[in-house]
């Protein structure tokens, strides 16, 4: 996987990961011959959707769905298509029941990241079938660039598992709502991120500085 097109990155492409991080990687991903997850052309879907003036709330995972056809460069975010849900969006999805009792009709969470939340994971690429396969390749550097572009202003951060924990270390508490939790994947969820409630919390919070509530349930279409 080659030729990442930088072109609609916005102010994001100002990062110095893009010309002092981002040529290692393309030459190590070129060098491994397995499936690339996802297409080159989604890789940096989550910035290109969300620009840094937009961004009110991060989402942040660990790494893109490894089954082919899942990940589209959004955080837990699949195709409408994609049946069954991956199962760390379905316990996204449960939690999100118990805590304001709705939820999304389809894997698609395209809408969150046009209202603001930016869905971002700590490693952007993935070898189909390798959970953490590219864990190693310096994709956390552009996590680092981005959190700290955002610390301009006070935002929301939902931090889902280790590696977005250790991510977001230097993300103030004081100043942005910071919910960190377990993983909801099988086989962490039950470990602190059912009953997290981040859906309504991240709304009181948005609603408190003055900003509009996320609408996390319902598509344009549907709403």
Known sequence: MTGFDLSRLGDWAHLPFFTETL??????????TRNTLPPATLVFAALERTSPDATRVVILG???????????GLAF?????????PRSLGNIYKEMEADIG???????????ADQGVLLLNTCLTVPAGDAGGHAR???QALTIQ???????APR???????AAHKSAADVDADRNLKIMTAHPSP????RGFFGSRPFSRTNAWLQAQGHQAINWANTPETS
């Not at 709705?102 to 969150?112: G, K, Q, S, V």
């Not at 086989?187 to 039950?190: D, E, I, T």
């Open 77 to 85: 975010s699949a195709d409408a298509g994609v049946t069954p849900l």
């Open 102 to 112: 709705t939820r999304p009709a389809n894997a698609d969470l395209r809408f969150w």
């Open 23 to 32: 040529p290692d990687i393309e030459a190590a991903l070129a060098l491994d």
């Open 62 to 72: 660990q790494d893109p769905y490894p089954t082919p056809g899942h990940a589209h």
């Open 156 to 162: 929301a951060y939902l931090l889902w598992g280790a």
């Open 187 to 190: 086989l962490s969820a039950r």
């Open 146 to 152: 981005v959190l700290d572009r955002l610390a301009d």
């Open 137 to 139: 390749l310096g994709w």
